[in-house]
């Protein structure tokens, strides 16, 4: 039995969340469609290039990486997701809690809406 649209959008948030507990660029940029457009709170919008730059240069230089989805939300195209993250740098741990708003279309992500804990962030020099 083939998995339906929506067991499919969620289990690629499951996919992205994965890849960035991983370090794994590629699956991420994979998973992202070419034009895919992203919004995160305290910084507005992004394009690919920025966003991905931000994500590499940021959250993947951690040394060690954990997000933990702790709920999962998904109707039609897009999945709402709430995750708590912990980031360990060499000098100091970065922890957010995350509410994420993802719209799925052919397998791919075409927008990206991320809320959290600006304070946390700023404080943590992750911008």
Not at 8 to 31: E, F, H, P
Request: glycine fraction near 8%; proline fraction near 0%.
């Amino acid at each position: 039995m083939s998995m339906s649209i929506t067991e499919a959008n969620k289990a690629l948030v499951q996919r992205y969340s994965q890849a960035v507990i991983d370090g794994d660029m590629d699956t991420l940029l994979a998973l992202q469609h070419a034009d895919v457009k992203w919004w995160v709170l305290g910084r507005g919008e992004l394009d690919r290039e920025t966003f991905n730059a931000a994500v590499r240069n940021g959250l993947l230089s951690a040394k060690k990486r954990s997000v933990v989805i702790t709920g999962l939300t998904a109707e039609g195209d897009r999945v709402a997701y709430e995750a708590q993250g912990e980031m360990v740098f060499e000098d100091r741990v970065y922890r957010n809690t995350y509410h994420n708003l993802l719209v799925i279309r052919d397998g791919l992500i075409v927008e990206g809406r991320e809320y959290m804990d600006t304070m946390a962030s700023t404080e943590a020099r992750l911008r």
